[in-house]
């Protein structure tokens, strides 16, 4: 099933009882009632089409066109979601796990097996957590000087960056296969079995979880921070990059806060109106996909227009297209 901002917020949990993570992570607490997916996201200040991207990609397994769900994602917001999952893993899923290993089986120095066996558990679990810092410090901080303007190294690019964080992802996929094979084969027989069957329960959920969470990295996220890194590097080559004291000079309407809708605006109304995708206006206009959504986003604030339609009447009224110029 493939959601749109219409569709009802508890839907997605009856639907998928995964996407109760990603409803989590965005920061959009419980008791929505029947407020659709947009109302939700606005009361809880996410931006709808990075959520609706996130939610679509894993509730298809990821089979959907990344290219198109990139059109639709702000970087900063699902770099805060992917923030958020990392402190998810960190703070509460591996701690946790830990915990119901411990009361399964008597994991002193005594017990051998059952020693070993959780010493192995917190080298996986450092394993996550060093992987995940890597992020933190290398990916996120590279990506936070795009969102300003900046490019992070004239010599570096993101695919140098993520190409060794591809190569963790992998790593963190054997590790955790090792952890089952050993948990199912090893663990003493005098433990506590249905504690020992919930911890490893927790775990594969776990190990899903984490597995759709780093190929949203390698592919969504990874898409759209490509988009925005070319946009960025193409305004540095034509002058247009950071200024001297170090701020960015690139931000021009993309980044608009006042009430007019900026001439930039209306042209991404013109091309809407003649039905154009993100990614075709982002072409016509030489700017990113990214850059189109935070226009359309601009336009929505002022306009309180959100549909196709309703700015079809708005730029015909407003002089900005002739009727025979749109697409019925």
Known sequence: MHFTESAHMS????????LLQVISRFGVSLGFGDKSIREACTASGVDTGTFLAVVNFIQSEGRLPVEELAEEV???????????????????RLPSIRRKLIE????????????????FYDEY?????RHMDYENTHIHTYVEQLLEGKVPGRHASYS???HQHHDNHSSLSKSSHELKSIIIKYYPSDSDTQRLYDALMDIYIMEEDLFSHCHLEDTLFAEAVRSLENEV???VRQGDGASADGQAAGRSDATDTSGELSDREKEVICHVVR??????????????????????????RKTQIHSPAGLTIFAIVNGLINLDEVKL
């Open 125 to 129: 679990a450092s394993e996550v957590q």
């Open 74 to 92: 702000s970087v900063a917001e699902l770099m805060r979601y992917l923030q958020r999952s990392h402190s998810y893993f960190i703070d509460f």
């Open 233 to 235: 590097r193409c305004k």
């Open 275 to 300: 039905g154009l995708s993100n990614k075709e206006i982002a072409e016509k206009m030489f700017i990113s996909a990214n850059t189109v959504m935070t226009h359309r986003r601009n336009i929505a």
């Open 160 to 162: 140098e960056l993520a």
């Open 104 to 119: 399964a089986v008597d994991c002193s120095a005594k017990n051998q097996i059952a020693f070993l066996i959780l010493k």
């Open 11 to 18: 839907d997605l949990i009856h639907d998928d009882y995964r």
